[in-house]
């Protein structure tokens, strides 16, 4: 089966410019998870869906991050206006709708902020 | 609040020796347990996970362990080459459905 496809896999943005990351899950999966990593640091959850659904989205910068996941099925996660800090990977993960087999993840968008 | 941390931070080791990568999480309501390998600058790789209701899981060199009760997880790697080097991420399953990761150890085996 096909994997977590993300894009781009790298980007380098000003800061106050506005970027966008998109995610298309493993066919069938309902969950889908954003996740950021900082270097050095694991990654920490951002946001959650259940097919078109927030489920958990209490780590989320909603100042400055948004994220959706139209149909249930593909997601994109965007920062306006990004701050230096927010250089980090953005990891996308999906899984069943019992996530208790454990779940896929993508090979994450590099994101740098200057 | 689940805490995870993950000891050594960082690890280098000769080829050939057997390694023992510590985890121990706060809260032990878990589901399951999952450990990652992690590649510079690459997505997450599952290596075992192991249920709550499981001792141990077993993939060729490596092996896991899970104490549920006293909130710890072991990883071992055995007969170490320098492929195995990487980053390792433990993550406990519970709450609201989701992973909480460590901050990982870094491992270098050297040729």
């Known amino acids: 089966e096909a994997g977590v496809a993300q894009s781009p896999r790298y980007k380098i943005i000003e800061k106050r410019q506005s970027v966008a990351f998109w995610c298309n899950p493993i066919?069938?999966?309902?969950?889908l998870y954003w996740y950021q990593q900082i270097l050095g640091q694991g990654p920490k959850l951002l946001i959650q869906f259940q097919n078109n659904g927030v489920v958990d989205d209490s780590q989320l910068p909603k100042d400055r991050f948004s994220a959706e996941r139209l149909k249930g099925v593909d997601s994109t996660l965007k920062i306006q206006p990004a701050k230096l800090e927010d250089s980090a990977v953005y990891l996308c993960?999906?899984?069943?709708?019992?996530?208790?087999?454990?779940?896929?993840f993508g090979s994450g968008t590099r994101l740098t902020v200057v | 609040k689940q805490e995870v941390t993950q000891i050594p931070a960082a690890l280098s080791v000769p080829e050939g020796e057997n390694l023992v990568l510590n985890c121990s999480f706060t809260?032990?309501?878990?589901?399951?347990l999952q450990w990652f390998r992690q590649d510079p600058g690459k997505g997450l790789t599952s290596l075992l996970l192991i249920q709550s209701s499981q001792r141990e899981q077993t993939s060729g060199r490596l092996n896991a362990s899970l104490d549920k009760s006293s909130g710890r997880s072991t990883l071992y790697i055995a007969a170490s080459q320098p492929g195995d080097s990487a980053t390792y991420l433990c993550?406990?399953?519970?709450?609201?459905?989701?992973?909480?990761f460590g901050t990982g150890t870094r491992l270098k085996v050297l040729a």
């Open positions: 066919s069938g999966h309902a969950t």
């Open positions: 993550a406990p399953f519970s709450g609201t459905y989701k992973y909480i």
């Open positions: 993960a999906s899984s069943l709708e019992d996530p208790t087999d454990g779940y896929t």
């Open positions: 809260d032990s309501a878990i589901y399951n």
